[in-house]
């Protein structure tokens, strides 16, 4: 038998699971809609996140490695355009009813049966390994390229759908336009991409954009901005003093500002800078 306090607090998690359950499966019936709607997205989320916290607590192991990892699968429709169809929509379900299923078996028991746990995770190993393949199908390349030109720095961010065919693409390119690639960075099995191009001066934005778009690239902002690095410190005093890297970004693997007097916040999620103080996209770079 549990103490009494604990078998309280294992009912409040139970309580507060089944709730979270309940706006999780309403939101994956309805999939096509929630992708449509960044906040329905979000409070998915927000649900697999309580639940693998609360499991996390109480020492749930499988209950918390379910949720984290159906927690990922919830970012990843937030942040790609991803085409719903009938066959992702059921995978996630699938996904669903053994995260539901295992908080069943706490609700029964007021505990969890650790060698029960593992079997049903073991069972499930297959439908992640379907998920994930299909997911590498289904989901574009998150393209940033860094495109320096003169004092200027132009940063494109969108999507392309054919990783080795943008990249050939791109090269070609940047051929005509008498430039070169410096830096090819692929993260996260090919789903975020992050290209650095040298152009000589005076290159216009147009063009550079142009040989982006042709490249098969759905550009969805631009940003520019002065690469204080290349000008001279004597004629702009104002910028001897760098401009201090966030601390959310610090240690994070999709920070990539120049450390060598550019100055500048360069991040392949948030090029302007992060939007919030803890930024909500911050990996660890031993996530790589």
Known sequence: MLPEQLQRIIGYFLEEATEQLQTIEEGLQSLQNTVQAPQRVYQLIRASHSIKGGAAMLGFSSIQRIAHRFEEYLKLLRECPIAVDSRLQSLLLQIFDTLAALV??????????????????????????????????????????????????????????????????????????????????????????????????????????QAVELSGCVIGTVQTQRDFSLLSITDYPIYQNAIERPATCNGCRYYYGKSDGGYLLNCTVHPSGPEEENCRDREPESAL
């Open 104 to 209: 069943h078996k706490v609700s029964k028991t007021i505990g969890i049966d650790q060698e029960e746990a593992n079997q049903i995770v073991f069972l499930a190993e297959p439908i992640f390994g379907e998920l994930d393949a299909y997911l590498r199908v289904l989901i574009p390349t998150r393209l940033t390229v860094r495109a320096t030109s003169d004092e200027h720095i132009h940063i494109f961010s969108g999507y392309c759908a054919s990783l080795s065919g943008f990249l050939s693409a791109i090269t070609s390119h940047v051929d005509l336009l008498g430039g070169t690639i410096t830096r090819n960075e692929q993260e996260r099995a090919g789903i975020r991409l992050a290209i650095d191009i040298y152009l000589p001066p005076y290159s216009r934005l147009e063009s550079i954009r």
